[in-house]
């Protein structure tokens, strides 16, 4: 069993940026992919980044290339999202997910374990 716990989101000005962090419970964190999704109101959720365990690869939805960075550090069990230029149709709510696999996926039926959600707010 892991379980992910995300940090505060916050409400941002459009243009900022904001970093994300998701600390994972469980000795296997550096063999398992990680991934964020979010959800917006009224939509369904989306992928938006990826990282793989082992040897590190990324992968990223269209809309997050050149200002989203997913990173993880396995010593503290951690993944982070970077978020950079931030715009209002960015808020939603964002939550992280574990595979139980090396491979990143971008289809939310892959991951097993999932955080709590945290809320991202971008005003204009």
């Known amino acids: 069993q892991v379980q992910l716990v995300e940090s505060e989101g916050g409400l941002v000005q459009a243009g900022g940026s904001l970093r994300l962090s998701c600390v994972a419970s469980?000795?296997?964190?550096?063999?398992?992919?990680m991934g964020w999704f979010r959800q917006a109101p009224g939509k369904e959720r989306e992928f938006v980044a990826g990282?793989?365990?082992?040897?590190?690869?990324?992968f990223y939805a269209d809309f997050a290339k050149g200002r989203f960075t997913i990173s993880r550090d396995n010593a503290k069990n951690t993944v982070y999202l970077q978020m950079n230029s931030l715009k209002p149709e960015d808020t939603a709510v964002y939550t992280c997910a574990s595979r139980v696999s090396v491979s990143f996926a971008s289809r939310e039926r892959e991951y097993v374990y999932w955080g709590q959600g945290t809320q991202v707010t971008v005003s204009s």
């Open positions: 990282i793989s365990g082992g040897v590190l690869r990324t």
């Open positions: 469980g000795r296997t964190f550096s063999s398992n992919a």
